[in-house]
């Protein structure tokens, strides 16, 4: 039976369509829901139009592909936004699917689920409007918080400018508190500082394509692609210092170009936040977690 999945982001829209425990299709469209968010609390109407149309389309598309079942969640841009249920409405007019809004616990929860199943490990997920890290170990939840700083955001609030981008994170990484995987205060420390740290989401992949030269999408070539903290950081400088127009020309960055060089900043500072030394970038994400957990196959 074939199932399909859309993910709302702040940033984009996707859906991945599923079979017999293996992802079968993933396909992306930018809509940029989260625009002007941090400015306003609100979402634009012509953001939530667009939005919509793109879950319609690809409800559309999974249900022509044989998809007998399509799920919709939401994250961080409906959730934190004083007329998120004006999007959830439009979508059900649209196509009758009902938005399913994630708490950014249950976000991380579906995002480290899908990227290292029941295993050990972590997660960094940065998204448009909130980025999770969460850990695990032994099947146990060794931390996950979810602060409301994504690449969108950044955008809105400091454009590109790498002084002021540095500022509104560093004033958000308070929000995560002390733990880093260097000096937990878990029983468990040492099991923690060798777990693998996945990223996972948009922001992750496309830092995997540029560092590939991909030029399009090609999840056989990235997942599973590292990047140290060093590496991050050049990268980060690297794509600051372009133009707009030249990420687009260069990279696969075509309406993310505003957005990826603070993204990639972002990443960085994470990492150091928490010491982490190095990330696998993860083409499983949030989108197998909320199908695992939503079908029951955990």
């Known amino acids: 039976m074939k199932i399909s999945a859309i993910d709302v982001g702040s940033n984009s829209v996707r859906l991945a369509t599923f079979a017999g425990g293996k992802t079968l299709y993933k396909t992306i469209k930018t809509t940029r829901l989260g625009e002007g968010l941090s400015l306003t609390g ?6 939530i139009e667009r939005s919509a149309l793109a879950v319609a389309e690809f409800y559309r598309k999974a249900i022509n592909g044989g998809s007998e079942k399509v799920y919709v969640f939401a994250t ?6 004083s007329n998120g249920q004006v999007f959830v409405e439009r979508v059900k007019e649209l196509c009758g699917l009902q938005v399913e809004i994630l708490s950014g616990e249950e976000e991380a929860r579906c995002g480290i689920l899908g990227a290292v199943g ?15 890290v ?3 170990v032994c099947g146990r939840l060794l ?9 969108v955001r950044l955008y809105d609030l400091a454009g590109r400018d790498k002084g002021k981008l540095l500022k509104v994170i560093k004033e958000k990484l308070a929000d995560y508190g002390n733990f880093t995987l260097l000096s937990s205060h878990s029983e468990r420390s040492e099991e923690a500082f060798s777990l693998k740290t996945y990223a996972i989401g948009g ?28 590496e991050m950081r050049s990268l980060a400088d690297k794509l600051l210092s372009m133009s707009v127009e030249e990420i687009r020309a260069t990279t696969i960055c075509g309406s993310s170009a505003e957005i990826v060089g603070g993204g990639c900043l972002l990443i960085a ?16 994400d949030n989108l197998e977690g909320f199908v695992l957990l939503r079908e029951g196959k955990l």
Do not use: W
Not at 207 to 218: N, T
């Open 143 to 151: 931390y996950s918080k979810s602060v409301n700083i994504g690449t």
């Open 269 to 284: 500072e994470v990492m150091s936040k928490f010491g982490v030394k190095e990330i696998i970038v993860s083409e499983k």
């Open 42 to 47: 609100s979402l634009k109407s012509e953001a």
């Open 118 to 132: 029941n295993g050990d490990g972590g997660i960094i997920d940065v998204g448009g409007a909130s980025t999770e």
């Open 134 to 136: 969460t850990y695990r």
């Open 76 to 81: 961080a841009a409906v959730r934190s936004s």
């Open 203 to 230: 922001t992750a992949s496309r830092l995997g394509s540029i560092k590939h030269s991909l030029k399009e999408y090609r999840p056989e070539i990235t997942d599973g692609t590292v990047i140290t903290l060093e």
